[in-house]
């Protein structure tokens, strides 16, 4: 799903829309780190797992700016077919 530039909480500002074509490699972190990428599935177990593992010292409660940019993907506001 999309969710708008306008609605992205300003905590996930990092994934917003970037203006500029970016390319990466790898190569390097192969090297120096000896990494190897892994199934997606995978690494958003272990990203889930350390997430729940290490919660923030001092989360934040408020959560109606995700809750504003997820509202127009509910199914309660989508238009019938």
Known sequence: MTVPE?????DLWIT???AQHLVFSSDKA???LDW????????LSRS???HLTNPP???D????A?????QPFEPSSQTAR
């Open 6 to 10: 306008s609605l992205v909480p300003e």
């Open 16 to 18: 917003k829309t970037v």
């Open 30 to 32: 192969s090297r120096l």
């Open 36 to 43: 190897h990428p892994i199934p997606s599935a995978v690494a």
């Open 48 to 50: 889930v797992t350390w």
């Open 57 to 59: 010292p001092t989360p």
């Open 61 to 64: 409660p408020d959560f109606s």
């Open 66 to 70: 995700d809750d504003k940019a997820l």
